[in-house]
Each structure stands twice: as C-alpha cells, then as structure tokens.
C-alpha cells in the first residue's frame, strides 16, 4: 500500500526532519504484516532509508472492543507512543538491541496521531534466515538468547505494561495467572461463538483452565516479557545481533508466558533459548490459554479488512487443532 495525499507529506515532511542532509522522500511503501500500527520503509532520493511507525485509527485492521484503551489491563492492545517510549527505554537500558529512534512526532504536532521514525534495520528477519540458512541462524538465535536472559534478569515488583508500571500505576486483578485465566475465557467464548467444534468442547476446555489456575503456586515478582517474540518480530543489524520490533506489548509478567509463546512461534529452533526453572503449572495453563487467543485473536481479526486472510485463518486453524488437543 503506498500512502497518498495528506499522510504521505506528513511522512515526507517528517523524514526529511529525520534525515536532514537536504533529503527528500522518494518512496513510501507499507511494511506486510502490521496490523495495529501503520509500518512504512522510507526510501530518500539519496537511497537512504527508514522505518516510520504510525498509530493512526486509520492503520489498525482490529476491530474496536471494550477495554481496547484499558492500559491497566497488561493484554489491552499495545498502541501508541506512550508504549513504545517506555518500552524502547526499558529494553535499551537491559543492553537488548531495539531500532533506534530518529524522530518523535507526537499527535498534533505534524498530524492527528503519533508517529515516530527508526533506522531501517536492513538484514532479514529471524524468521527467514531460519527457513533459509538455519546453520547461519545458530549464531543470532544464541545472541537472542542472551538478550532473553538479560530481560529474564530485571525485577518488577508489580505485573503490567511497562508503561504502567514504570508510572507507578497498577494493572487490574490480582496475580498473571487470574489475568491469563479471564483473558482466556472470553478468547473462550469469542471462539465459541465462531466455529462449533470451540462450542462443543467450551465446557471441558473451561474446566481444564480453571483446574490449570488452582494448582498455579503464588509468585511475588516479574520479569521483561516482549509477549510476541516471534521469529519475525527478531531482525539482524549489520553486524549479526539481534534487533527486537513490535515492542508496544512489552510488560512486566511471569516468565512461562514469553517461553511459552517462544515455544509455539520458534517450534523445533525453540530449544537454544529455553530457560532453566520455568514452572511447568504455569506452563501448562498458558499453554492452553495461547491457543486459545490465537484461535479467537484471528478470528476476530477477519472480521475486519485484514488484508492476508489465508495465512490470518490458518492461524487460527493450527491453534484451534492444538487446543482441542490438551482436552
């Protein structure tokens, strides 16, 4: 998609600030597979390049819900600015590699929504260069794993986004895994509500959440979880190191649910960025309740103007499949 009129000179007008050296836009193509945010390469006529990131109503293919603007709840959508500071600043400070920022747009200074212009991280993401060359991937897959453990590492007294809580707010409920287990009972009866065979096991897959919730022990602190962190949300700088995108979602929260979302998206190439300790409880009911939103979080999607719908239904084919499985 190729931005036209209005946003495509708010985009030239904020790349030339960016950029400076007299530049100007040549090119501005959409990035495939964003669909919260507008994601565009910047291409100048000197051949320079950048990515801009634009929280415009007008980019998000999700379609409104309540509680969509919740901050305190830590699975709300990751929109906006105000997250993606708090969480390039919280990654950064942990020494993992996340694109640097070029230029901050706030809404209503150049446009009616945020936008903020990063390097172009030029090498290919995790996610192809496993498919193509996964001798070569062993190398940044063990630098991710580095990277994992320094996230691994910090301590946060309180679950939530990072943005909340470095505020010193306070997310809703009261522990991940009650959070994890509402979040799961509406995917729960979102999925019911589109495919029949969700419907016929809702009652035995509502029994296994809730029986995987009572044997979870309490646990008083948490660690940097980025949520998404699949292959392609992993892409390689020049010098071979991993560089983390789509960070919006980055909260304080157990472990088990970044590894357990590591395990589905990286499959057989999971096991070099395994960690020690994880507790299996907790494993088990996140287990289940992943599926389940990529079952439900699909869905949802398609109701929409997602342009992929092929791969977006197979998602929720694949992880439909898997969850019927663990009951």
Known sequence: MVPTGVKRERLAGAARDALGGGRQLAAAERVAGGSKKGVYRLVMDDATTAIAYLWDDSENYWPAAQGDDDLTDPFSPGLGLRLFEAAHARLDGLGVRVPRIRLVQRAGEG??????????????????????????AAAVTARLAEALAAMRSYRAPRYGKVAVVDAGGTSRGTSCEGIVLDRALRDLAEAASRDPRVAAARDRLEERLRKLTAGVRPRAEHCVVHGELGPDHVRMDGDGHPVLIDIEGLMYFDVEWEHVFLRIRFADAYRPLGADELDEGRLALYTLAQRLSLTAGPLRLLDGGFPDRQAMAGIAEHNLKAALELV
């Open 111 to 136: 446009g009616p929504a945020d936008l903020v212009i990063v390097e172009d991280i030029a090498g290919r993401s995790l996610e192809d260069l496993l498919a193509r060359d996964p001798r070569a």
